[in-house]
């Protein structure tokens, strides 16, 4: 596999931009701001919030009603990433530009809005405009309908693994040949409700530790397609492996698997794999990151770790990066660093 990386984006509790993600994975910065008391009840929580995004220094107010939130970051970061790509859907054929997005938690802030006016109000209480947005596939596709992307489009939502996930089906439509450019990553929100939720389910210190929000976007091409047009590579991906589960007994065989075929130069963890001994056990002794101590974790969070990673790998460096959910599924891809200027 030889997959191109040629443009990048990122908004994250870090800032807006690849940027302060680089800065604050080189500087191992935590951008982690207390929770506020009133959201739980009590102090002593953590959470990534992307708070230095705001839409309307990217459109129109009223453009930005109609979207939720994760559609503005989805939004937003495509056209981020495209700019820095080089790329104008509308100067190629836009049927051969796609885009797959992991998503965790999309449309949990408009459905608590659109199901709350029927709780209280019945069917007069619902509002039709914040139906749409009220789905984990909406940030796709409002990303695609602002920038004329009419390629292959897919949301993965596959716990921790979610970017992951679309990542691995972006390569796939690449190598298939049913697209020449892939829009990748993830995006999720963050909201109050949420983290209540997981208070009640008890774990705000498992799972929803230091939970985040944001959105990362990579443009993927295959590298003949991205040579052909001079484009500049932030990096490649060279490696995509994944396994369901490690069955009892054969764990090791299992991660033997994900193993890259050699020593990379940095490691990065994402979701649950660096609380996975099973995992990090066989790995060499090579410096390792895990973005979501910084930035916050969630269950598409894997697209801005990956995002790090490049942004921090030198160039021709080998890199590795990791992913697993608590019960599996469980991701290797492998990369190489590319320009970061």
């Known amino acids: 596999m030889d997959i191109a990386v040629t443009g990048l984006a990122a908004i994250s509790a870090a800032g807006v931009g690849i940027e302060p993600l680089r800065e604050t994975m080189a500087q191992r910065q935590c951008r982690l701001t207390p929770v506020p008391v009133e959201v739980l009840g009590t102090g002593g929580y953590l959470w990534g919030k992307a708070d230095a995004f705001r839409a309307a220094d990217f459109m129109p107010p009223l453009k930005a009603r109609k979207f939720d939130r994760c559609s503005l970051l989805a939004t937003v970061a495509a056209g981020m990433a495209l700019a820095d790509a080089g790329i104008d859907p509308k100067g190629g054929d836009p049927t051969r530009i796609g885009i797959a997005l992991g998503c965790g938690f999309g449309g949990i802030a408009n459905s608590v809005e659109f199901l709350s006016g029927y709780f209280s109000r019945g069917v ?3 509002v039709p405009m914040l139906f749409p947005n ?13 920038h004329g992307l009419k390629g292959p489009n897919v949301t993965q939502v596959q716990r921790f693994c979610s970017a992951e996930a679309a990542i691995q089906m972006a390569c796939r439509f690449l190598e298939e040949g049913r697209a020449d450019v892939m829009l990748a990553g993830g995006v999720d929100e963050l909201t109050p409700l949420m ?14 530790r230091s939970f985040g929000e944001g959105c990362s976007i990579l443009v993927l091409e295959r590298r003949d397609h991205a040579e052909r047009r001079a484009a500049r590579l932030r990096g490649r991906i060279t490696g995509l492996r994944t396994v369901g589960m490690l069955p009892a007994g054969r764990e090791r065989e299992a991660v033997d698997r994900l193993m890259p075929p050699a020593t990379p130069a940095l490691v990065s963890f994402s979701g649950a794999a660096a609380d996975n001994t099973a995992l990090t056990t066989p790995l060499p002794a090579v410096p390792a990151m895990e973005p979501g101590n910084l930035i916050g974790r969630s269950l598409a969070m894997g697209g801005l770790a990956l995002a790090a990673l490049l942004l921090v790998l030198p160039e021709d460096a080998r890199g590795l990066h990791l992913a697993a959910s608590p019960e599996g599924p469980y991701h290797a891809i492998d990369v190489t660093g590319g320009m970061r200027a």
Do not use: C, K, P
């Not at 009220?134 to 602002?146: Q, R």
């Not at 983290?195 to 929803?208: E, I, K, N, S, V």
């Open 195 to 208: 983290m209540a939720g997981f208070r009640a389910a008890g774990q705000l210190r498992t799972y929803a």
């Open 134 to 146: 009220t789905v984990a596939n909406a940030a796709a596709s409002n990303a695609s309908i602002e």
């Open 124 to 126: 007069e209480g619902l």
